[in-house]
């Protein structure tokens, strides 16, 4: 365009075109600001060519006309190559710049009345244009029909790859991570134990500390009914509370429902890791849980594993941990256990006894043992409570305390209560029949089952109601730590074990966490006063002042007490006096198989109601 504003300047002033100083000045500013405009925006560089072609095209209009064709060959050139490579609009923009410059070339340099050359060249021109815009335009279009598919694919196959890429990150962190919380399960934990055993940089002595295996033995028992937000908190005050135990340097882990593990590098100014007072900071995780008005109780059992004495490599030390961890539970004390090779042995059995204790309930290798339950004044045999036992067949009987914890580690205490429920009922009829009429046999209720009614209270129902027991001739044992909160579903399971014609007794009470707050609204049939308390009566005076406390509010709930751990005339007598209802323990018979019990109901004479 300045090009030939400054063609039509130099012919008015009598200049020649090519030669005029005016025409090269607006040559050279226009250039000039072409590379401006590319300086500013790189994306137009794609004009450059273009801007070229078109200052070169009006050289030849000026400087070189013979007839005509040089310059119409020059502008169609110049047009089909604005159009093949810049957009439309913008070649059209330049071709119809061009296109006026070169009219205004023509009309200087050959009058249009001569031979009518002009206008011909003019048509060709606004021809040639019309129909590379056409061409261009057409191109444009079907182009983008063929290629955005494509594009629109490889976006898509992009973002895909890029999900999948954080999809695999996302996984590898959740396959490393307990579900539901943040901290790292067992294959996490152990990932991390193993760069915390690196020697550090310039040494080559292992790093050294301790391997913890911690279980809460009933914590899921006591939370299991309450509200989502409520068992969040709890466990947050939980986590809280073992990271206070465990120190600031300590490595937490979650590796099961109740089960979590920990390392704690060992303090550079002690030679011996053990002697870091466990013993006596293991108090502070034994106390509850408590969040506003919510408590729950943990009953810890602590397991530990010495670096490097125990174990170099984290597969091994966490086993040895957790063997620890297994013995304590077995011991039921909450004091620290810590590894020893004798456990690995200890451990090698319980294995073989577990795979045993698969296949001995299909084998029929277990029976109810029985203790009963003698009323107050005068003395009569009206209940009795049924306690499992396995006659092993090389081993010979094995007590409950030894292969329980073992079924409890699956899903077989399911299949052993439901048998327990099964035999209890079955004698209880007979029992009815030659005994007494309301004879009562009472069964423990393991927490695991309970949550079975909690969870699942369907199949629960169907499985008692074939059991077809007779009305009240059932009394449940449930432990105090599983009714720590009454909900509204444990108050609705309650209602339901009722209607299939079971009653209620608290187990063990006062020797876990219960909350007195509590015990009204779950309309106990029976509360059995735990054997710590009986054992000093007589002795402690403080002892019978807490026993009547109990016995007195179980009374005004409106149930009866059975005093557990009766062992001498004096417990009988002082206990009679507080008005405890039944009395059950060794002075009057251990736990004897059925045709015992039957021997020794006869020589008793238990007197009918």
Known sequence: MLAGISLLVTDHLGLTPINSPVFMIGFSVGFAVLLVIVSLRLASIRLIAPACVTLILFLFVGSAWVNGYLALVSFQIGTAFFHLVARPTPAAMISISTFIAMVAGIYLQHPLDESGTAIR???????????????SRFWRSWSNRVHDPGTAMSKTLLQLDNQLDE???????????????????????????????EPPSGTTDSAKGLVIAIRFMTWSEATAHRDAAIQDQLFRALISRLREYLGPQALLGKTGRDEYLAWVPADPAKQDVTNQNWM????QLESAITVGSASAPTQPRVGISCVPADGADPVTLVRHAELACAESMRLGRPEVTLFSQGLVTKAEERGQLAEELVRALDKGE?????????SGSPEALRKAEALIRWRHPQRGLIPPGVF??????????????DWVLREAARQAKIWRSRLHPAFQISVNMPPAYLMLCVRDPVRVVDHLRSLNIGHESIVLEITEGVM?????????????????????????FGVGYSSFGQLDKLKLDYLKLDKSFVDDLGSVPERSVICQAIITMAHQLGALVVAEGVETEAQVTELLRMRACYLQGYLYSRPVPVLEFEDWATRQQAAPA
Do not use: C
């Open 121 to 135: 060249l003019i048509v060709v021109s606004f021809v040639n244009l019309v129909f590379w815009q056409l061409v």
């Open 167 to 197: 999809a695999i990150a996302q996984a590898r962190v959740a396959g490393m991570t307990y579900p539901g919380t943040d901290l790292p399960n067992r294959l996490g934990f152990q990932a991390k134990l193993a760069s915390a055993l």
């Open 280 to 283: 006596v900071r293991s108090r």
């Open 366 to 374: 277990f029976e109810l043992h029985y203790q009963p339950l003698v």
């Open 404 to 417: 329980i914890p073992l079924a409890e580690q699956t899903d077989l205490i399911i299949g052993l209560t």
């Open 484 to 508: 720590l909160e009454v909900t509204a579903e444990l108050l609705e399971m309650i209602r339901l074990l009722r209607s299939l014609g079971f009653q209620i007794a608290l187990d063990d």
